[in-house]
């Protein structure tokens, strides 16, 4: 049997930091040099050395104090008064660095290091962004380099008008009488540095996106005894062991997506549908957590409220008007790709048991009703929040198979007053969040389409697709009740 320790587990993210500061010194280098050679030429080999060294020493700071606040989750992080003095010291010493040590210099660049972090934490770029495509690393990188680009030249023309006007409330013996062409020359040097540390910071944080945002396989290797016995081991051990958090269970739950959707890895797909059972029971709980745990979240902010409260608590997606309302809306978002990639994962490894699935496993442990019912239910919870009234309508009645023209449901009311604004980054999480859960579910009846048919035929469907126990959210007849519509494929 495959053992996955907690070692094991931690090397994976320690051997992506070992290879973002090799790269990143790598980069850096590159970008001392080119200064050095266009700009700085007439420096001795020691005076040099002496600024190649202590330039690597500042972008090392810069590094290491990058990857203590990056995050996949968009909470604020308490340490980013590290990353503010970091950003301020190594721009202080990269600028002198590059253009000798001067008292007038190092304030410039510790002004424009802690104008360059305050951006950074101000855009929430802390935040790690998963690519919707896995590419190669090279080719990964090369694309965020122009873009790179542009940034640095934008944030250094900003930032040394920052410095320059800071520098008016300096004392008098921080400023220099120069003659005017020595004056542009100056100037010109210290815009260049300052380009060039911020190009080297801009590839710096798109080089740490790249690496730890790579796809990482758990699994041994194809052909190796591990492999041959229980391949599923490290992805399971992962994402039932690691801390909610961290990039480990993130790294887990895309590897686990990317294996349920794509072909690539159908041994280790056709692993999940072992004999016993027990394999696909744990991929399945680890699919369904996240989802009902988005879904209890949501609960909790519609408990005990009444139709007109539940109406009030997603106004805030459009007002600031409750701002503590509008932080705790906001928690729910923060492992919105944890969510999405639970439900894509749960609906393809549903929707191909019914032709993968040589032992039945999936639908005799009862999953396929578990799966459906909690994509319904977190459905639903979304769409209540996106100010969606949801209720069953008095008039209906389940009458057989094709009932379901009558299973209408109520949009409730919409906010007149902002005409739900998309632009609204908690709007956005929501209506994303749908979309998944939307499609998702329409991927597990298309492939059960005509199994749920005979089963609303026969009267069955709630028996057979919806789960005995009480849903995360809303009742069992509501649940049933939005099944119909997808089935008539009138859910939208």
């Keep these: 049997m495959c053992s996955w320790t907690a070692g094991e587990s931690d090397m994976v993210v320690k051997n992506r930091l070992v290879g973002f500061l090799l790269w990143q010194s790598i980069l850096s280098s590159l970008i001392f040099l080119a200064f050095t050679i266009t700009i700085v030429s007439w420096r001795s080999a020691t005076a040099i050395f002496v600024s190649f060294f202590s330039f690597h020493l500042s972008q090392l700071l810069f590094s290491v104090s990058l990857s203590t606040v990056l995050s996949p989750q968009p909470k604020f992080r308490r340490i980013f008064p590290v990353l503010l003095t970091a950003a301020a010291v190594s721009g202080s010493l990269s600028a002198v660095s590059f253009c000798g040590f001067n008292g007038r210099v190092g304030f410039k660049g510790f002004a424009s290091g802690l104008f360059y972090a305050s951006f950074y934490v101000y855009k929430r770029r802390w935040v790690l962004q998963f690519p919707i495509i896995q590419r190669p690393l090279f080719f990964s990188f090369k694309m965020g380099i122009p873009s790179a680009i542009i940034r640095a030249l934008k944030l250094s023309a900003a930032a040394y008008l920052f410095s320059a006007l800071l520098l008016v409330f300096l004392p008098h013996h921080f400023s220099t009488d120069l003659k005017l062409g020595n004056f542009f020359t100056q100037h010109i040097i210290s815009y260049a540095a300052c380009f060039s540390m911020f190009l080297c910071w801009e590839l710096t944080h798109h080089l740490h996106q790249v690496l730890h945002t790579k796809r990482f396989i758990f699994a041994p290797p194809k052909g190796s ?53 027990e394999t696909y029971k744990r991929v399945a709980a680890v699919c369904l957590s996240p989802l009902e745990q988005l879904a209890s979240k949501l609960v909790q902010g519609f408990e005990g409220s009444s139709d007109d409260k539940i109406f009030s608590i997603s106004d805030q997606l459009e007002s600031p008007a409750n701002p503590r309302q509008n932080s705790k809306c906001h928690e729910l978002v923060n492992d919105f790709q944890v969510y999405t990639w639970s439900a894509r994962a749960l609906a393809s490894l549903t929707s191909r048991s019914r032709k993968e699935d040589r032992f039945g496993v999936a639908q005799l442990s009862g999953s396929n009703a578990a799966a459906i019912s909690t994509l319904i239910a977190c459905l639903l919870a979304v769409e209540t929040l996106m100010g969606k009234k949801i209720s069953l309508q008095p008039s209906h009645q389940l009458m057989g198979a094709f009932s379901t023209k009558s299973a209408t449901f109520s949009t409730g009311r919409r906010d007149v007053r902002t005409g739900k604004r998309r632009d609204d980054p908690l709007y956005s999480k929501a209506f994303a969040m749908a979309d998944v859960l939307r499609t998702s579910i329409y991927g597990i009846v298309s492939a059960f389409h005509h199994e749920m048919l005979n089963s609303a035929k026969a009267g069955l469907l709630e028996k057979d697709w919806i789960t005995s126990s009480k849903p995360p959210f809303g009742t069992r007849e509501l649940l049933l009740q939005k099944l119909h519509l997808f089935l008539d494929f009138q859910a939208s």
């Design 225 to 277: 005894a591990a492999a041959e016995t229980n391949p599923s081991e490290p992805l399971l051990a992962t994402l039932e062991e690691s801390s909610p958090a961290s990039l480990l269970k993130y790294l887990a739950y895309l590897d686990l997506c990317m294996v349920c959707e794509n072909n690539v890895d159908y041994w280790r797909r056709a692993a999940f549908f072992e004999e016993t059972g």
